[in-house]
C-alpha cells in the first residue's frame, strides 16, 4: 500500500482527509490481516493506516522518520520520549519493509491501541511471535506514566 506523497498531501497536517488510509485499510481487511504497512513512493515503511510502527533490531528501537512521510503522532512521541528515559538505543531512518521481517520485535502506537505488539508481518512471525520484552518494557511504562503524559 501506498501513501501519498508528502508533497501532495502534507502527513503533518491531521485533516479529515484519509481516503488513502481507508482504501489501505479495505485493501487489508480484504486480505485478512489486522492493518496494512503503508510504503511511501521511494517503497520505504511509513506507518500503518491509522498507526505509528516501531520495531526492534538488534537492540536498537526503530522507526520511520518523519522525513519518509508520516504523521509524527503524540503517541510516537510518547514512546521514543520513555525508550529515551529507558536508555534504549533509538533509530528514525528509511527502512524497507525487508527491516521487518528481519526484527526481533515489532509494535505499533496510536492512542486508542497504544502499544500493541506485532506477531507476523506478510506472514513471516516477527522473532518469536510473541511480544518481546522492549515492547512489553515500553507498554508497561507507557501505562505508568499515562498520568503523566495526560495531564
Do not use: W
Amino acid at each position: 500500500m501506498h501513501r501519498n506523497l508528502a508533497t501532495a498531501l502534507s502527513p503533518q497536517i491531521k485533516s479529515l482527509n484519509f481516503l488513502n488510509n481507508i482504501l489501505a485499510k479495505q485493501e487489508a481487511t480484504k486480505a485478512g490481516v489486522f492493518d496494512g504497512i503503508m510504503l511511501n513512493a521511494e517503497g520505504r515503511l511509513t506507518e500503518c493506516t491509522t498507526s505509528n510502527i516501531f520495531f526492534i533490531q538488534h537492540g536498537t528501537l526503530c522507526t520511520p522518520s518523519v522525513a519518509c512521510g508520516i504523521l509524527d503522532g503524540i503517541t510516537r512521541d510518547v514512546v521514543l520520549t520513555l525508550a529515551k528515559e529507558r536508555g534504549l538505543k533509538m533509530e528514525e531512518s528509511a527502512y524497507t519493509p525487508e527491516a521487518l521481517r528481519q526484527a526481533d520485535e515489532c509494535f505499533l502506537t496510536n492512542t486508542t491501541m497504544e502499544i500493541m505488539p506485532v506477531r507476523d508481518v506478510d506472514q513471516h512471525l516477527v522473532g518469536s511471535g510473541k511480544p518481546g520484552p522492549v515492547t512489553l518494557a515500553l507498554h508497561e511504562q507507557f501505562r505508568a506514566n499515562l498520568e503523566r503524559f495526560l495531564a
